[in-house]
Protein backbone atom coordinates (compact mmCIF):
# COMPACT_ATOMS: atom_id res chain seq x y z
CA UNK A 1 0.00 0.00 0.00
CA UNK A 2 1.63 2.86 -1.03
CA UNK A 3 -1.15 5.72 -0.51
CA UNK A 4 -0.02 8.87 1.61
CA UNK A 5 -1.17 9.26 5.09
CA UNK A 6 -2.75 12.47 6.30
CA UNK A 7 -2.22 14.15 9.13
CA UNK A 8 -4.23 13.53 12.00
CA UNK A 9 -6.81 16.69 12.89
CA UNK A 10 -5.90 19.07 15.07
CA UNK A 11 -8.89 21.10 15.87
CA UNK A 12 -9.35 19.17 19.15
CA UNK A 13 -8.97 19.84 22.86
CA UNK A 14 -10.40 16.91 24.98
CA UNK A 15 -9.42 13.26 23.82
CA UNK A 16 -10.04 9.68 25.64
CA UNK A 17 -8.26 6.77 24.86
CA UNK A 18 -9.98 3.07 25.60
CA UNK A 19 -8.53 0.22 25.37
CA UNK A 20 -8.51 -3.47 26.81
CA UNK A 21 -5.05 -3.56 29.32
CA UNK A 22 -2.12 -1.73 30.49
CA UNK A 23 0.29 -1.61 27.96
CA UNK A 24 -1.97 -1.26 25.35
CA UNK A 25 -1.58 2.32 24.30
CA UNK A 26 2.54 2.25 24.89
CA UNK A 27 3.31 -0.11 22.30
CA UNK A 28 3.23 2.72 19.47
CA UNK A 29 0.30 5.66 20.39
CA UNK A 30 1.83 6.99 23.24
CA UNK A 31 4.10 8.93 21.57
CA UNK A 32 1.41 11.02 19.79
CA UNK A 33 0.01 11.40 23.02
CA UNK A 34 3.26 12.92 24.61
CA UNK A 35 2.68 15.23 22.30
CA UNK A 36 -1.14 16.31 22.19
CA UNK A 37 -0.70 16.73 25.88
CA UNK A 38 2.90 19.34 25.60
CA UNK A 39 0.40 21.16 23.12
CA UNK A 40 -2.19 21.74 26.01
CA UNK A 41 -4.65 18.98 24.76
CA UNK A 42 -6.37 17.26 27.36
CA UNK A 43 -6.03 13.50 27.22
CA UNK A 44 -7.62 10.43 29.95
CA UNK A 45 -7.40 7.41 29.85
CA UNK A 46 -9.86 4.43 30.98
CA UNK A 47 -8.86 0.66 30.74
CA UNK A 48 -11.24 -2.15 30.19
CA UNK A 49 -8.88 -4.57 32.66
CA UNK A 50 -6.16 -4.74 34.84
CA UNK A 51 -3.92 -7.16 32.63
CA UNK A 52 -4.03 -9.77 35.63
CA UNK A 53 -3.83 -12.55 33.10
CA UNK A 54 -1.33 -10.45 31.19
CA UNK A 55 1.98 -12.18 33.31
CA UNK A 56 2.60 -15.84 33.02
CA UNK A 57 4.64 -15.95 36.27
CA UNK A 58 2.46 -13.97 38.59
CA UNK A 59 -0.84 -14.39 39.82
CA UNK A 60 -3.72 -12.35 38.84
CA UNK A 61 -4.28 -10.99 41.99
CA UNK A 62 -0.87 -9.71 42.76
CA UNK A 63 -0.39 -9.03 38.70
CA UNK A 64 -3.69 -6.45 39.24
CA UNK A 65 -2.41 -4.20 41.44
CA UNK A 66 1.69 -3.92 40.18
CA UNK A 67 0.23 -3.86 36.50
CA UNK A 68 -2.12 -0.88 37.55
CA UNK A 69 0.87 0.89 39.41
CA UNK A 70 2.63 0.29 35.57
CA UNK A 71 -0.33 1.80 34.01
CA UNK A 72 -0.55 5.06 36.11
CA UNK A 73 3.23 5.63 35.84
CA UNK A 74 3.56 5.07 32.45
CA UNK A 75 0.71 7.40 31.62
CA UNK A 76 2.34 10.40 34.03
CA UNK A 77 5.27 10.08 31.45
CA UNK A 78 3.29 11.19 28.51
CA UNK A 79 1.25 13.88 30.43
CA UNK A 80 -1.76 11.93 31.49
CA UNK A 81 -3.39 11.92 34.95
CA UNK A 82 -6.64 11.00 34.61
CA UNK A 83 -6.47 6.76 34.14
CA UNK A 84 -9.77 5.01 35.23
CA UNK A 85 -10.35 0.99 35.55
CA UNK A 86 -13.28 -0.88 34.72
CA UNK A 87 -12.19 -3.85 36.10
CA UNK A 88 -13.61 -6.28 33.23
CA UNK A 89 -11.80 -9.58 33.67
CA UNK A 90 -8.65 -9.99 31.18
CA UNK A 91 -8.35 -12.26 28.40
CA UNK A 92 -12.45 -12.80 28.17
CA UNK A 93 -14.05 -9.99 27.98
CA UNK A 94 -17.00 -10.12 25.06
CA UNK A 95 -18.45 -7.91 22.86
CA UNK A 96 -22.47 -6.27 23.71
CA UNK A 97 -24.80 -4.42 25.51
CA UNK A 98 -22.65 -4.22 29.03
CA UNK A 99 -19.19 -3.77 27.28
CA UNK A 100 -21.18 -0.89 25.18
CA UNK A 101 -22.45 0.49 27.99
CA UNK A 102 -19.57 0.89 29.64
CA UNK A 103 -17.66 2.46 27.00
CA UNK A 104 -20.98 5.16 26.34
CA UNK A 105 -20.81 5.58 30.03
CA UNK A 106 -16.63 6.59 29.62
CA UNK A 107 -17.47 9.08 26.91
CA UNK A 108 -20.47 10.70 28.89
CA UNK A 109 -17.82 11.65 31.79
CA UNK A 110 -15.12 12.62 29.48
CA UNK A 111 -17.19 14.24 26.73
CA UNK A 112 -14.30 13.71 24.20
CA UNK A 113 -13.99 15.12 20.96
CA UNK A 114 -11.35 12.43 19.56
CA UNK A 115 -11.71 8.76 21.07
CA UNK A 116 -8.42 6.43 20.43
CA UNK A 117 -8.64 3.06 21.02
CA UNK A 118 -6.83 -0.26 19.73
CA UNK A 119 -6.90 -2.35 16.86
CA UNK A 120 -10.20 -4.26 16.82
CA UNK A 121 -9.56 -6.15 13.16
CA UNK A 122 -8.70 -9.85 12.96
CA UNK A 123 -5.07 -9.44 12.50
CA UNK A 124 -2.14 -6.64 13.19
CA UNK A 125 -0.40 -6.10 9.74
CA UNK A 126 -2.31 -9.09 8.30
CA UNK A 127 -0.10 -12.18 9.89
CA UNK A 128 -0.22 -11.50 13.67
CA UNK A 129 -3.82 -12.71 15.22
CA UNK A 130 -5.04 -10.20 16.76
CA UNK A 131 -5.81 -10.65 20.88
CA UNK A 132 -10.04 -11.18 21.73
CA UNK A 133 -9.85 -8.40 24.51
CA UNK A 134 -8.53 -5.75 21.56
CA UNK A 135 -11.47 -7.05 19.26
CA UNK A 136 -14.21 -6.77 21.77
CA UNK A 137 -13.04 -3.08 23.67
CA UNK A 138 -12.28 -1.58 19.33
CA UNK A 139 -15.36 -2.45 18.64
CA UNK A 140 -17.17 -1.92 21.82
CA UNK A 141 -15.49 1.90 21.37
CA UNK A 142 -16.91 2.37 17.59
CA UNK A 143 -20.21 1.36 18.37
CA UNK A 144 -20.47 3.24 22.00
CA UNK A 145 -20.17 6.95 20.17
CA UNK A 146 -23.35 6.42 19.00
CA UNK A 147 -24.66 5.04 22.15
CA UNK A 148 -23.83 7.84 23.86
CA UNK A 149 -24.84 10.57 22.00
CA UNK A 150 -28.44 8.40 22.17
CA UNK A 151 -30.72 9.03 25.13
CA UNK A 152 -32.56 6.02 24.73
CA UNK A 153 -30.11 3.50 24.37
CA UNK A 154 -28.66 2.83 28.34
CA UNK A 155 -31.48 5.52 29.67
CA UNK A 156 -30.28 4.81 33.50
CA UNK A 157 -26.74 6.84 32.30
CA UNK A 158 -28.70 9.72 31.94
CA UNK A 159 -31.15 8.89 35.00
CA UNK A 160 -27.59 8.36 37.04
CA UNK A 161 -26.59 12.03 35.78
CA UNK A 162 -24.86 10.82 32.56
CA UNK A 163 -26.15 13.07 30.05
CA UNK A 164 -26.06 12.07 26.05
CA UNK A 165 -22.83 13.59 24.59
CA UNK A 166 -22.47 13.96 20.83
CA UNK A 167 -19.44 15.63 20.42
CA UNK A 168 -17.02 13.13 19.57
CA UNK A 169 -15.69 13.68 15.74
CA UNK A 170 -13.43 11.13 14.95
CA UNK A 171 -12.20 7.93 16.46
CA UNK A 172 -8.65 7.21 15.87
CA UNK A 173 -7.35 3.23 16.20
CA UNK A 174 -3.86 2.85 16.87
CA UNK A 175 -1.88 -0.14 15.39
CA UNK A 176 -4.89 -0.90 12.48
CA UNK A 177 -3.27 -3.08 9.57
CA UNK A 178 -5.87 -0.14 7.57
CA UNK A 179 -4.31 3.05 8.55
CA UNK A 180 -5.65 6.45 7.38
CA UNK A 181 -3.96 9.15 9.47
CA UNK A 182 -0.26 9.83 11.45
CA UNK A 183 1.55 11.77 13.25
CA UNK A 184 5.54 12.09 13.22
CA UNK A 185 6.87 9.74 16.00
CA UNK A 186 10.15 11.66 16.53
CA UNK A 187 8.82 14.27 18.86
CA UNK A 188 7.23 12.07 21.52
CA UNK A 189 9.71 9.17 20.85
CA UNK A 190 11.78 9.50 24.26
CA UNK A 191 8.93 10.10 25.84
CA UNK A 192 7.04 6.83 24.32
CA UNK A 193 10.54 5.02 24.86
CA UNK A 194 10.03 6.11 29.27
CA UNK A 195 6.51 5.31 29.17
CA UNK A 196 7.08 1.66 27.66
CA UNK A 197 9.50 1.45 30.19
CA UNK A 198 7.23 1.73 32.97
CA UNK A 199 5.92 -1.44 32.06
CA UNK A 200 9.24 -2.74 33.52
CA UNK A 201 7.66 -6.46 34.80
CA UNK A 202 5.20 -7.03 31.93
CA UNK A 203 8.25 -6.88 29.34
CA UNK A 204 10.99 -8.75 32.11
CA UNK A 205 8.19 -11.57 31.93
CA UNK A 206 7.77 -11.31 28.00
CA UNK A 207 11.80 -11.43 26.75
CA UNK A 208 15.24 -11.59 28.01
CA UNK A 209 16.31 -8.54 25.70
CA UNK A 210 17.46 -5.83 28.10
CA UNK A 211 14.04 -3.39 28.80
CA UNK A 212 15.22 -0.20 26.76
CA UNK A 213 17.10 -2.04 23.75
CA UNK A 214 13.90 -4.18 23.52
CA UNK A 215 11.60 -0.95 24.06
CA UNK A 216 13.67 1.44 21.54
CA UNK A 217 14.04 -1.67 18.66
CA UNK A 218 10.11 -2.08 19.00
CA UNK A 219 9.13 1.58 18.74
CA UNK A 220 11.80 2.07 15.88
CA UNK A 221 10.40 -0.93 13.79
CA UNK A 222 6.87 -0.30 14.14
CA UNK A 223 7.03 3.64 13.72
CA UNK A 224 9.83 2.87 11.24
CA UNK A 225 7.40 1.08 8.82
CA UNK A 226 4.80 3.68 8.33
CA UNK A 227 7.89 6.12 6.76
CA UNK A 228 7.36 5.55 2.96
CA UNK A 229 3.65 6.35 4.03
CA UNK A 230 4.44 9.71 5.66
CA UNK A 231 6.80 11.25 3.62
CA UNK A 232 9.94 9.82 5.03
CA UNK A 233 9.24 10.46 8.83
CA UNK A 234 8.88 7.26 11.20
CA UNK A 235 5.44 7.88 12.36
CA UNK A 236 2.42 6.57 14.73
CA UNK A 237 -0.16 5.45 12.51
CA UNK A 238 -3.82 5.52 13.01
CA UNK A 239 -7.37 4.22 11.03
CA UNK A 240 -9.77 7.23 11.69
CA UNK A 241 -13.52 7.22 11.94
CA UNK A 242 -15.24 10.52 11.21
CA UNK A 243 -18.61 11.06 13.18
Not at 23 to 42: C, F
Not at 45 to 74: F, N, W
Not at 201 to 218: H, K
Amino acid sequence: MTDQLAPMPADWQRALAIVAHPDDLEYGAASAIAQWTAQGREVAYVLATRGEAGIATLEPEKAAPLREREQRASAAVVGVSSVEFLDHPDGVLEYGPALRRDMAAAIRRHRPELVITLNHRDTFGGTFWNSPDHKAVGRAVLDAVADAGNRWIFPDLAESGLEPWEGVRWVAVAASPRPTHAVAAEPGMEQAVRSLLEHRAYIEALTDTDPETYAREFLAQTTGGAAARFGGRPAVTFEVFAF
